[in-house]
């Protein structure tokens, strides 16, 4: 009788110990993309009334963009995040992790759509839903380019 149950308990912490090791990689697969150099960086602004975005984008070697992005709106606490994300066709799909104001103690995640046509980036607008936490776009709603607030285009980039 001990036999089985010994087995069964090896056999489940081996199970467990393999998806540690799974956990493990994909840990340090996000590190290695964070450590990677860029092959170009490209900065955007893009003005509407009194509110403002600045992006900074990262193109890495594996077609992956990464980046910084500040959104102040009016009357509003500042937002400041992350962006990662990458290029289908001529549109940017992103998730954009940002804080807003002084509170670094919770974090927001959005996802965001860039159109890019020439040297701009139009911020598409669609519907989104939340899943578990997730936020996503509606699968099958198209996301409107052309009522939009926010063109963004392209600046030097500043040494901040």
């Not at 199970?15 to 799974?22: A, D, T, V």
């Not at 990464?66 to 799909?93: H, N, Q, S, V, Y």
């Amino acid at each position: 009788m001990k036999n089985p149950v010994l087995l069964c308990l090896l056999f489940a912490c081996l199970g467990f110990q393999s998806c540690k090791e799974n956990q493990n990689v994909k840990v340090k697969d996000k590190i290695k993309v964070q450590a990677e150099k860029p092959i170009s960086i490209q900065c955007y602004r893009a003005l509407y009334e009194q509110d403002t975005i600045e992006l900074k984008l990262n193109t890495l070697k594996n077609g992956e963009i990464t980046g910084d992005m500040d959104m102040k709106f009016f009357k509003m606490p500042k937002k400041t995040g992350k962006i990662a994300g990458e290029f289908r066709g001529d549109t940017l799909f992103a998730s954009y992790t940002f804080i807003e104001g002084d509170n670094k103690k919770i974090t927001f995640k959005n996802p965001m759509a860039f159109l890019k046509r020439g040297d701009e980036l139009i911020l598409g607008n669609g519907k989104i839903q939340t899943t578990m936490g997730a936020s996503y776009f509606v699968k099958g709603s198209p996301i409107d380019f052309e009522r939009v607030k926010f063109k963004l285009a392209t600046v030097q980039c500043s040494d901040k």
